[in-house]
């Protein structure tokens, strides 16, 4: 049989199965009778979660200088790794033939535990390895600040259940999202990833989104939400991320904790499977100084016992291990703990609570703490439960392998991609629209300037031409501005100023002056833009969109609905000024929370 559609996606039960091979037994009785045959070593696989790129062709990769990762067979057979976060992928027909493969590694080992794949989100624009893809082969949508903007909570479950069922084809079966942190720091790289900064609206959206992916009860037909970053990703100092050194510190001057854990509560109630605590380090609070996850007042006195969160926790990428992101040196991101050694952060977080480790491939620290006496087994076994139940309940002992010659047919489907795309229209926000008269929509067919634009594209709309002397108008496709900093990995994540530089916003006045312009600014986080507002005929914000898209709303093809999940602040003074755990805290914003204008398009009425 050809490998690529390779048809054993059935597991048939053999003669005398032994009890947890039985699916007639309860999940328990299952857990417990794999748990007492499993050495402490098989224990210990289980405890790491590690990034995985799909070889060429679907075949398992080798050893990756560039990602300093062994080769996956070793990872599977000699460290007993079963849970893998995939990188990149292909065409989905081979996506699935290689996670058949991962899973035919896997049951070749002793007790033929299956993989876990989970996966950073890849359904819209966004590609940062750190934290989101591409949509590659799938549906594309906006990003979560896209499906806040239409704050629809139907709409989101109807993303995450074409997710879900996007993600199940291909053998995905962990979403390392929701991302329900609070962006009430403005210049915090990571705010395109979230709902916004209003907890209300948040927690109306994740509940959706977890019930979409998760569907009402876990199970075969689920993918499991690993929920992040507990107790809130939003307030980091300054906004600089806790990825890198600088960024390591959470504050809280308007002693706003709280605020960001209402959320949390949000996703305990929709039953999220997984929690991930973040990297920063809380200061100035009742909790120790050290970062998230190795902090045991937040994992085990405010996680597990105030909640009564039973699911798995696990830790953020590379906390105990200094690493290797595209050749370059990535310091251990053990803020607050840089002192330890990997094997006593690898026993601090344990203690603190921590089931699994994301980004680690080193059992053998966790069975040298057992065999030294540092933590006894019994510790061990309450993760090995909780990881091993999670596996039964997702189905994944009964039917580990998918139909990869049903992939592509499944996957990005017509109406799974005219969903992300009708979503891509109405999550576009129109900030202004004209000073006394309406510039939008366009109903004449006019000589365009649009640099940067597709021409194939803009060719359905208007005569494209080559200058802005030769145009009746311009459309002017815009990202919010950031501060470039070094290095591979950290180019990915715009941070710093939110306002532009002199020259690049003279460049965009100039042709707001030249000529009526409408101004479209992708807003991953929310902009200084108030001369922008002011000059250009007509502004839009879009939170991930094509070009198609873009110029379907302007041109009044399609309704957009949507309304900022945030402030837009009026200048870096007010941002400066604000404290970064409160909501809408800088003075004077230029533009509101929820302000969103409707279009008067043809054959409709105005609504608002």
């Not at 009785?29 to 790129?53: C, I, P, S, W």
């Not at 979409?212 to 690993?226: I, K, N």
């Not at 970064?580 to 609504?607: E, I, Q, R």
């Amino acid at each position: 049989m050809n490998s690529l559609t390779d048809q054993r996606y059935q597991l048939e039960p053999t003669e005398g199965t032994v009890l947890y091979q039985d699916s007639g037994r309860s999940v328990a009785e299952r857990v417990e009778d794999l748990l007492r045959r499993m050495t402490l070593a098989e224990k210990a696989g289980l405890m790491f979660h590690q990034m995985v790129e799909i070889g060429a062709g679907g075949v398992l990769a080798d050893a990756s200088d560039e990602y300093n990762l062994p080769a996956m067979v070793e990872m599977i057979a000699e460290k007993g790794l079963s849970h893998f976060n995939v990188m990149g992928g292909d065409a989905p027909t081979t996506m699935a033939a290689w996670h058949n493969r991962v899973q035919d590694a896997a049951r070749a080992t002793r007790l033929g535990i299956p993989v876990t794949l989970s996966t950073d989100p890849r359904h819209a624009f966004t590609d940062n390895p750190g934290a989101s893809f591409t949509a590659g082969p799938f549906s594309q949508w906006p990003e979560s600040l896209g499906l806040a903007a239409i704050g629809d909570a139907e709409t989101v479950r109807h993303f995450a259940d074409i997710a879900r069922r996007e993600y199940l084809a291909v053998g995905i079966r962990v979403a390392l999202h929701p991302q329900v942190d609070l962006a009430t720091e403005p210049r915090w790289a990571r705010a395109n990833g979230t709902f916004g900064e209003d907890a209300d609206l948040t927690c109306r959206m994740l509940t959706a989104y977890i019930r979409g992916f998760q569907t009402d009860q876990l199970g075969a037909e689920s993918v499991a939400t690993m929920t992040k970053h507990f107790p809130g990703g939003g307030p980091q100092k300054d906004g600089e991320d806790p990825h890198f050194p600088y960024g390591r510190e959470q504050v809280y001057p308007g002693n706003n904790f709280d605020y960001h854990l209402r959320p949390f509560e949000a996703a305990f109630e929709a039953g999220t499977s997984q929690i991930m605590p973040y990297y920063g380090m809380p200061v100035g609070t009742q909790y120790e100084e050290v970062g998230f996850g190795f902090n045991k007042g937040i994992i085990t006195g405010l996680l597990r016992e105030k909640y009564g969160f039973d699911g798995i926790v696990c830790a953020d990428w590379n906390l105990l291990n200094d690493a290797v992101c595209w050749n370059e040196p990535q310091a251990a991101r053990a803020w607050g703990v840089e002192h330890l050694s990997p094997i006593e952060r690898t026993e601090k977080a344990i203690l603190a609570g921590v089931d699994q480790f994301g980004g680690e491939h080193c059992p053998e620290l966790v069975v040298q703490l057992v065999e030294s006496g540092r933590i006894p087994e019994s510790r061990i076994d309450e993760s090995v439960r909780r990881l091993l139940r999670e596996k039964f309940v997702l189905g994944l002992f009964d039917n580990r392998f998918v139909d990869a010659s049903a992939a592509d047919a499944a996957v990005a489907r017509p109406e799974f991609l005219e969903a992300g795309y009708d979503a891509q229209c109405r999550a576009i926000t129109v900030l202004t629209n004209g000073a006394e008269t309406p510039v939008l929509p366009i109903l004449v067919r006019p000589r365009l300037y649009a640099p940067g634009m597709d021409a194939g594209i803009v060719a359905a709309y208007a005569d494209r031409v080559d200058t802005p002397a030769e145009a009746d108008l311009a459309v002017l496709r815009i990202k919010a501005p950031y501060e470039e900093r070094p290095g591979m990995f950290e180019k990915f994540f715009h941070a710093g100023r939110l306002d532009y530089a002199s020259d690049e916003l003279g460049t965009i006045l100039a042709l707001c002056r030249q000529l009526p312009t409408v101004v479209d600014i992708y807003l991953d986080r929310p902009a200084v833009i108030p001369e922008i507002l002011r000059e250009a005929a007509a502004v839009v914000a879009d939170f991930g969109a094509s070009d198609k898209a873009v110029l379907d709303v302007v041109f009044g093809r399609r309704r957009s609905q949507g309304k900022l999940p945030f402030d837009l602040p009026s200048s870096m003074e007010a941002i400066s000024a604000s404290r970064s755990d409160v909501p809408f805290d800088t003075a004077a914003p230029a533009l509101h929370f929820g302000h969103g204008l409707t279009l008067d398009l043809p054959g409709t009425a105005d609504t608002e």
